[in-house]
């Protein structure tokens, strides 16, 4: 196995070791919650530090990424650098709340070491549960689930960019600017050069027209859910995608799937194409007649 599969392959295990993590943060967030005041304060600073720690691992995992040929050369790399970017997003938001809840703790521990206003005087006063540390603390749960959903797509589309990357034959480098060039391919325009094959036409049309997902799950072949009795084949979809022609939804996880759309030269492609084709008639079983009888 050659260096890029070798850390394409270290970055998959650490998607899904820190997509548990993050599940066991959420169950610990959303078990029982602390009241506001000091005594509260060791348990939302532990919070808080493995908060930042699955930041800073998410982040390292991008910039990581960034440097390896597949997130430059293949398309399904530009969707795990995109996917990692949310991540880096989700966890940075997610540290963000739980330090809020740590801050509020340690305001409400100060004000209620306050003298009392009618009296002046000093006392006592027992910690209590404060709604509005709590709505922080529900705001890092609901980030859980996407946080989830992105590691999975990020070690979804790195395992294909990594493969693309390694069926391809080596091209020659090129200078501009006296450094060596990626052959990144370039998004193509709507216009009489892009062909597709009857297949691909009639997948742009369902897309087009009705609700198409494209789903996958680690070290699974994707799965196109064409949403009627026509089938539409993964290959056919990502022909399309490569094209630039398809895009999909990555506001929610592979597993549980991603609706395809058509972009703007997709749109222009299937005018100038003209109607779909019309999917194939299976041809009728022959049944011979009974054999004559001698």
């Known amino acids: 196995m050659d260096n890029t599969s070798s850390e394409a392959s270290r970055t998959i295990t650490r998607l899904h070791s820190l997509s548990a993590d993050f599940g066991a943060l959420g169950g610990l967030l959303s078990g029982e919650r602390p009241v506001a005041g000091s005594s509260s304060l060791p348990k939302l600073t532990s919070w808080y ?26 398309v399904s790399g530009h969707h795990a650098m ?8 989700i966890s940075s938001d997610i540290t963000a709340h739980v330090m809020a809840a740590v801050a509020m703790a340690a305001e409400y521990h100060r004000v209620d070491g306050l003298p009392d206003p009618p009296t002046g005087r000093m006392t006592s006063r027992p910690s209590v549960r404060r709604h509005d540390l709590d709505d922080h603390l529900d705001r890092a749960v609901e980030l859980i689930r996407p946080a989830r959903a992105a590691c999975h797509n990020a070690a979804t589309f790195t395992e294909t960019a990594a493969l693309r990357a390694a069926s391809r034959p080596p091209a020659p480098a090129e200078q501009e600017l006296g450094r060596s060039t990626f052959d ?111």
């Open 184 to 294: 990144i391919p370039q998004p193509p325009s709507a216009s009489a050069s892009v062909t597709l094959t009857a297949l691909q036409h009639r997948a742009l049309h369902l897309i087009h027209t009705s609700t198409v997902k494209y789903s996958q799950w680690p070290r699974k072949r994707p799965v196109v859910d064409s949403g009627s009795p026509e089938r539409i084949t993964a290959r056919s979809v990502d022909a399309l995608e490569d094209k630039r022609l398809v895009a999909r939804d990555f506001s929610t996880g592979l597993h549980a799937g991603q609706r395809l759309h058509l972009t703007s030269d997709g749109l222009q492609v299937l005018r100038r194409l003209g109607p779909a084709p019309e999917p194939g008639v299976p041809a009728r079983p022959h049944h011979p007649g009974p054999a004559p009888v001698r």
């Open 82 to 89: 995109g996917s990692l970017g949310q991540l880096v997003k």
């Open 49 to 74: 530090a493995t908060a930042q720690g699955q930041s800073a691992a998410a982040l390292t995992l991008l910039l990581t990424s960034a440097e390896q040929a597949y997130a430059h050369t293949t």
